[in-house]
Antibody, heavy 116, light 113 residues
Framework: QVHLVQSGAEVKKSGASVKVSCKAS????????MHWVRQAPGQGLEWMGW????????NYAEKFQGRVTLTRDTSITTAYMELSRLRSDDTAVYYC?????????WGQGTLVTVSS | DIVMTQSPDSLAVSLGERATINCKSS????????????LAWYQQRPGQPPEVLIY???TRESGVPDRFSGSGSGTDFTLTISSLQAEDVAVYYC?????????FGQGTKVEIK
C-alpha cells in the first residue's frame, strides 16, 4: 500500500525559506514522478512542479521559477520541496502527490504559515 | 497553459438526487494516437487531501462507489453523482494531464439541500 507522509506544520517569517519533506513507501520510489501542489486557505489547487526521483530532473511552474527547489534522497525514499523568499501569500497547505499520469496518491499536506 | 473551467461553482442537491458537474478545457485533452482523454476528477472532503475518483475521463478508481461516473471527450467533460450521499459533501476538481503545467479547475462545492 502506497503511503506519502509529509513533515509537520511550519511557521516562518517573511523572507525566510521552508523545506517540506515527503517520505514515500509501498512502491518503487524511482519509478514515478513526484509532484508538489499547494492550496491557499479557502482556495483551489495550484501546481508547483515535479521531480523525477530517478534522474533528479525537475520541472517548475513559471510562477515559482527561481524560488522553488525540488530535490530527493533515494536512499531514504524522500522528496523535498524548498520555497525561498517567503511572502504572506505563500501561506498554504503544501501537498506531494505521486504521478501515474494522474495523481494516484497524495500526502496528508503540510501547513506553512508565513507571518510578517 | 490549458485553462480548466468548471461549472457551477457550487450546487446543493437533496440526498438521493443526482449531482452534475461540468468541466471545460481551453484546448482538447484527447490524444488521437491512443484515443485517451487526459483528464481526472478529484474529491476533496473538508480538511483532507484530494483523492482521485476518475481518470482517463471515465475510468473509476478502485474502491470508488459506482454512483460516481465520468463522461465527455475533447474539451467538455462531466462528473455525475447518481444518488448523492451525505459523505459526498466535498469540493470536486477536474485536472488535465495532457501537456504543460498540470492545471485544475477552480473547484465545485457540493452540499446537501
Amino acid at each position: 500500500q502506497v503511503h506519502l507522509v509529509q513533515s509537520g506544520a511550519e511557521v516562518k517569517k517573511s523572507g525566510a525559506s521552508v523545506k517540506v519533506s515527503c517520505k514515500a513507501s509501498g512502491y518503487t520510489f524511482t519509478d514515478y514522478h513526484m509532484h508538489w501542489v499547494r492550496q491557499a486557505p479557502g482556495q483551489g489547487l495550484e501546481w508547483m512542479g515535479w521531480i523525477n526521483p530517478n534522474s533528479g530532473g525537475t520541472n517548475y511552474a513559471e510562477k515559482f521559477q527561481g524560488r522553488v527547489t525540488l530535490t530527493r534522497d533515494t536512499s531514504i525514499t524522500t522528496a523535498y520541496m524548498e520555497l525561498s523568499r517567503l511572502r504572506s501569500d505563500d501561506t498554504a497547505v503544501y501537498y506531494c502527490a505521486r504521478e501515474n499520469w494522474y495523481y494516484e496518491n497524495w500526502g496528508q499536506g503540510t501547513l506553512v504559515t508565513v507571518s510578517s | 497553459d490549458i485553462v480548466m473551467t468548471q461549472s457551477p461553482d457550487s450546487l446543493a442537491v437533496s440526498l438521493g438526487e443526482r449531482a452534475t458537474i461540468n468541466c471545460k478545457s481551453s484546448q482538447s485533452v484527447l490524444k488521437s494516437s491512443n484515443n485517451k482523454n487526459y483528464l481526472a476528477w478529484y474529491q476533496q472532503r473538508p480538511g483532507q487531501p484530494p483523492e482521485v475518483l476518475i481518470y482517463w475521463a471515465s475510468t473509476r478508481e478502485s474502491g470508488v462507489p459506482d454512483r460516481f461516473s465520468g463522461s465527455g471527450s475533447g474539451t467538455d467533460f462531466t462528473l455525475t453523482i447518481s444518488s448523492l450521499q451525505a459523505e459526498d459533501v466535498a469540493v470536486y476538481y477536474c485536472q488535465q494531464y495532457y501537456n504543460g503545467p498540470r492545471t485544475f479547475g477552480q473547484g465545485t462545492k457540493v452540499e446537501i439541500k
